[in-house]
């Protein structure tokens, strides 16, 4: 009876000092975290799932934006900002780039996305960009380009396999390197995790420099996991530029079918001019940051350039992680639904939003705006699809169309607007995506480049099925018991 009472008395004892940790847990998070969707997710699982819940909040709910985890990079992302500006004015650059119909259009737009990027950056002109659909197209043109190389090649990237088109390129990397060509490489440590042991120790050993970005250590693994480097860059010579959707792997090249479960549908850009200068500065900021160096911004890096025919494209790159005080790329979304003057069409994988863009997207579409949504029919993720389709309902009824593609799985990050405004690049419409990743997108400023987009939107709308209110309404009420638990935790997903 003495033993029993001790053991009830032991229990009781561990319940106040939980209850206490669990109170002071939840003031932590009610302080530390801006969005209220997210503060009640995790209080959710504070208090619902003990111990769990606050052993996942330390290790994955930590606003490292406001603790500024990457403070040091952030400054040092701001005076390079400055150093760019300054190498744009040295070669005569017109960062204004006044008469041209489009940017003079949406000042205010060009503005914005200025202001987010380094105070005052520059709108990068004169470019010729090639749109890219799928591996397929992407790789041969990006082999044609490293073989080109005469002074570096800057490559980073989310994920990279160790396949038969990761071999590949790794071997033209490191014949490159041979040649007296600069190389450098920054890998993501979680996302290209199956290259660190081989592809990477081999780049090393041929003179090609190689880094893992926020490289996962044992005692902080859980919060690196939680902050990784999305992005996916190519600048060859300070002159020519990639970026997009399209990882190094043989998934996304749908001509080497050994690979794929199914089709891989995916866009990226190639951009020849000045644009080259905005990546090759994200590259810089990031190289810098993961390797401790301190490579200069000199005209090697940032080169004249001379295009055979005259182009006068203009593009804006925008970075955003946790190393920005703003999430510049949401901005950029929700200022082009807002631009659009009668049609927006988004394409994303993964369509988990925050309270704002879910509000923007509604608000187009009853002030008479179409909005049309392009998502996977088939994914790589049943959990994110069940989160993404809890926010339907409410599309659906607001009049938003609602596309998925059936084909195969999209992986594509687009935007583009009847106003002749598009986007491209590496960044989800999620929370992950605008909140905890570095990413980066390109926007862009003509209208024929923004009807090729459309046209590409349009054709893989064919692909797909349009979703109807009528038969969503039909859905089982499990499915939508599944919908609604999971838009509980889709601000963690």
Not at 4 to 20: A, G, H, T
Not at 286 to 314: R, V
């Amino acid at each position: 009876m003495i033993s029993l009472l001790f053991e009830s008395e032991w229990i009781i004892y561990w319940e106040v000092v939980y209850f206490i940790i669990a109170i002071l847990v939840a003031i932590r998070i009610i302080y530390d975290t801006d969005s209220i969707s997210k503060t009640l997710a995790y209080l959710l699982l504070v208090f619902f799932v003990p111990v769990f819940g606050i052993v996942f909040y330390f290790s994955f709910g930590i606003n490292y934006r406001r603790r500024k985890m990457y403070s040091k990079k952030l400054i040092a992302n701001d005076n390079y900002g400055e150093r760019l500006y300054k190498r744009l004015s040295e070669i005569h650059l017109d960062l204004n780039q006044q008469g041209h119909p489009i940017v003079d259009k949406h000042r205010s737009f060009v503005k914005l996305l200025a202001n987010d990027i380094v105070g005052e950056g520059p709108l990068l002109v004169d470019n010729d960009v090639e749109l890219l659909q799928n591996g397929e197209a992407f790789f041969p043109r990006l082999l044609a380009d490293l073989k080109a190389a005469k002074h570096h090649i800057h490559i980073e990237y989310y994920i990279y396999e160790n396949n038969e088109i990761g071999r590949e390129i790794a071997e033209l990397l490191k014949a490159k390197a041979k040649e007296g060509v600069e190389v450098r490489f920054i890998y993501d440590d979680f996302g290209s995790r199956s290259i660190r042991k081989n592809i990477v120790k081999d780049l090393r050993t041929n003179g090609v420099q190689a880094f893992a970005f926020n490289k996962i250590i044992l005692l902080a693994l859980a919060n690196r996991l939680n902050y990784r480097n999305h992005r996916k860059i190519v600048v060859i010579d300070g002159q020519i530029a990639y970026t997009g959707g399209i990882n190094i792997s043989d998934r996304y090249d749908n001509s080497r079918k050994a690979e794929n479960d199914f089709f891989w549908r995916d866009t990226h850009i190639r951009i020849e001019g000045s644009g080259a200068y905005g990546l090759q500065h994200v590259f810089l900021t990031d190289w810098n940051f993961c390797s401790k160096e301190n490579l200069s911004f000199t005209a090697d890096y940032f080169p004249k350039i001379h295009l055979g025919k005259q182009k006068t494209l203009p593009v804006q790159v925008i970075a955003s992680g946790p190393d920005s005080d703003v999430p510049s790329i949401l901005f950029s979304v929700l200022q082009a639904i807002q631009e659009a003057e009668h049609e927006i069409c988004i394409t994303t994988p993964y369509y988990i939003p925050d309270e704002s863009l879910q509000v923007a997207i509604k608000m187009a579409v009853l002030s008479g705006k179409k909005v049309k949504l392009l998502l996977p029919g088939i994914t790589d993720s049943l959990t994110v699809k069940l989160a993404s389709e809890s926010y339907f309902q409410e599309l659906l009824e607001s009049g938003v169309e609602i596309y998925l593609y059936k084909k195969g799985f999209i992986h594509a990050k687009t935007w583009v607007i009847d106003a002749g405004i598009s986007s491209v690049g590496t960044c989800n419409l999620d929370h992950r995506s605008f909140d905890l990743n570095f990413e980066v997108n390109v926007v862009l400023y003509d209208m024929d480049f923004a009807r090729q987009m459309r046209a590409m939107f349009e054709a893989d709308c064919k692909d797909s099925i349009q979703l109807k209110l009528d038969r969503w309404n039909k859905r089982s009420k499990w499915h939508r018991l599944k919908n609604s638990f999971l838009r509980l935790l889709s601000p963690l997903l």
